[in-house]
């Protein structure tokens, strides 16, 4: 059973995280949630959850307006050859979310297999607070860039931050 949001903020109190959590109307898409960037201070972002050739999951996770190619972030990311999008089935047996709640913190659900390598594109992680959904879309999170590192290491994975965006490559 995957873990559920009284979980997620669980985990962070263990580890002596502070966030804050606004609550809203489901969004599906980056467009759909363009009004919370108003509201809600610091980076908000996009969550790919990708696949190789070879099988090996990635979940990259940079500026909501980023813009990534697909035909050669595997280039930067150490991927088997060009990725592809991971199904929704492979997305909830290994994440424990659907599309439209893809978040760094549901690594918080592949602790014990360790099946997905994190990258945290460069340009999101220059904010200072960086914002995620808890689970769901219907809520926003909002976390340091620093604590969430700690919790993705806390979850057992080891994140590698690169320039995955056209505006990360910029900045590097």
Aim: charge should be negative.
């Amino acid at each position: 059973m995957p873990a559920s949001r009284a979980d997620l903020l669980a985990f962070f109190d263990d580890l002596d995280i502070k966030v804050t959590t606004l609550d809203h109307q489901p969004v599906f898409t980056v467009a759909e949630s363009a009004d919370l960037h108003d509201r809600i201070p610091g980076g908000h972002s996009k969550n790919l959850f990708v696949k190789d050739k070879k099988g090996r999951l990635f979940l990259i996770v940079a500026p909501h307006d980023a813009a990534i190619d697909l035909k050669k972030v595997h280039q930067i990311i150490g991927a088997q050859g060009r990725v592809s999008f991971g199904n929704a089935d492979l997305l909830m047996e290994v994440l424990g979310v659907s599309p439209g709640s893809v978040t760094p913190f549901a690594l918080i659900n592949d602790r014990s297999s360790q099946r997905v390598t994190v990258v945290l594109d460069q340009a999101l992680m220059a904010f200072d607070l960086v914002n995620f959904h808890p689970l769901s879309n219907d809520a926003t999170t909002s976390i340091s860039a620093q604590d969430l590192l700690r919790f993705v290491r806390a979850c057992g994975h080891d994140p590698k931050v690169l320039p995955v965006s056209a505006d990360a490559a910029a900045v590097a």
